[in-house]
């Protein structure tokens, strides 16, 4: 679900390229995987590595970042977040950007109950983003993925995610395209990709609403489809034409 979305929103990224309607294709020639694709890869590798063990865990996702960072060194990269990638001594850096919450999805799928989600959601956030919204970024897109693989309603998610998490969820896709622009927060990127997830009536409209949202387009899409895989089936032509983008070392 990430992976669709990094690839569906990567030709949308920044105000220049912001469209804002669902009426677009959904692979083009500027369709591509961008870091968001190899960041959610290489802390899925990082988690299993970890064996559910909170240290081992950290160290491991440290280690698979800046192992899968290097061999595809020419990504849009945060500025910070490259730096660390190329550190010999890598060290948290304060980040409350969006890396932390569109790299999440695996984290959903690995554990069977939500404290160890939420826990395991903080742990992966810390090697980099270890500012409180970082941290709160990435937990509530792995709770809501979480709560969705387990069948409970768009209502229960919503409340959920409000009341542990303080977003606001309270507008529609209409009312935040108006002004939304490009912004790379968690604090302004997950709360409109859960909306988007909310709304949506298929994987496909999730996918299509997040990106005519406008904004940091791959990354948004890539969070609200990594909520909507675990709530709707994803039309295999879609998972198909996305996996075509990857190279073998990526579908390895």
Known sequence: GAIIGDIVGSPYEFDDYNIKTTDFPLFSDESEFTDDT?????????LM????????????????????????????????????????????????????AMRISAVAWFFNNLDDVEKFAEISALPTHNHPEGI????????????????????????YIIKKYAYDLSKTCDEIRITYHHVESCQETVPQAIIAFLEGGS??????????????????????????????????????????????????
Do not use: H
């Open 38 to 46: 190899i960041m959610t890869l290489a802390f899925a590798q990082g």
């Open 49 to 100: 590595n970890g064996v559910k063990d909170p240290q081992k865990t950290y160290n491991e996702i440290t280690k698979q970042m800046q192992k899968l960072g290097n061999e595809y060194p020419y990504m849009s990269y945060g500025c910070n977040f490259q730096n660390w990638l190329y550190s010999n001594n890598p060290t948290p850096y304060n980040s409350y950007g969006n890396g932390s």
């Open 136 to 159: 709160k970024g990435a937990q509530a897109v792995a709770s809501a993925i979480f709560l969705a693989r387990n069948g409970k309603t768009k209502s229960e998610i919503k409340d």
């Open 203 to 252: 994987f496909e409209e999730v996918i299509r609403l997040a990106v005519s949202l406008g904004g940091d387009s791959d990354t948004l899409t890539a969070i609200a489809g990594s909520i909507a895989e675990a709530y709707y089936p994803i039309p295999e032509a879609i998972k198909d034409r996305a996996l075509e983008f990857l190279d073998d070392d990526l579908l390895e």
